[in-house]
């Protein structure tokens, strides 16, 4: 089964200040990296994926996430925050099982508070 | 397009009662699913229906159940309210495949007194 670890459930920052927060999943197979976003009492929205392809992802919001194999890692920077980036960022992990269905699975989320 | 909607927005219960929410999804999409949403357990899955059919469940007492129409609206259902069922639940709607992006409805804001 697939697992995923956020490492920081809190992430205080200055404004400006460059940020990282950390994903950590388990799979032996070929998997699918997300990060999504939810702002106080919004649902979660996409912020990036990882298919296949390039390790880097970035998204148009100037955050980008890299895949690491080897460590099993997506750890999702930016190099500059904003006041208006607080919020909750999860990372999920899903695949496709051999039966066409699959079971996302998401961290415990790590909350972002950019200070001014 | 029109985004995942969820009805009602917020509900308030007392312990033993049932309570049924309501998600429409994006047009298009076959596949809902349903996450519990609490401050100490995260982001937990309930499960998925995909053409009207439950295809993934999570870990959950069959207190719990869905179930999916052939507009692709979904119901979930909770019967038997218990204080620890209070949370934030949320519907997303997709493709149904492993690389789809899930895109989430406001949720329902659930409190059981």
């Known amino acids: 089964a697939q697992s995923v670890t956020q490492l920081d459930s809190q992430v205080p920052v200055f404004e400006e200040a460059p940020v990282e927060l950390r994903c950590n999943y388990s799979?032996?197979?070929?998997?699918?990296l997300f990060w999504y976003v939810q702002y106080p009492n919004q649902g979660l929205q996409l912020l990036l994926k990882?298919?296949?392809?390039?390790?880097l992802v970035e998204s148009i919001n100037g955050f980008e996430a890299e895949i690491n194999k080897s460590q099993t890692s997506f750890h999702l920077r930016k190099p500059s925050v904003h006041i208006s980036d607080t919020a909750e960022y999860f990372c999920?992990?899903?695949?496709?099982?051999?039966?066409?269905?699959?079971?996302?699975?998401f961290g415990r989320g790590t909350s972002l508070i950019v200070h001014p | 397009k029109a985004g995942v909607t969820q009805t009602p927005r917020y509900l308030i219960k007392t312990r033993g009662q049932q309570v049924t929410l309501s998600c429409s999804p994006i047009?298009?999409?076959?596949?809902v699913s349903w996450y519990q949403q609490t401050p100490g357990q995260g982001l937990q899955f309930l499960f998925e229906?995909?053409?009207?059919?439950?295809?993934n469940k999570g870990n959950f007492p069959g207190r719990f159940s869905g179930r999916q129409f052939s507009n692709s609206r979904s119901e979930m259902n909770v019967s038997t309210l218990e204080l620890g069922d209070s949370a934030l639940y949320l519907c997303?709607?997709?493709?149904?495949?492993?690389?789809?992006?899930?895109?989430f409805g406001p949720g329902t804001r659930l409190t059981v007194l």
């Open positions: 997303a709607s997709g493709h149904g495949t492993g690389s789809d992006t899930q895109y």
């Open positions: 799979s032996s197979v070929s998997v699918y």
């Open positions: 990882y298919l296949s392809g390039s390790t």
């Open positions: 999920a992990v899903s695949y496709t099982e051999s039966g066409g269905s699959y079971i996302p699975t």
């Open positions: 047009s298009g999409h076959r596949s």
């Open positions: 229906y995909f053409s009207e059919t439950q295809r």
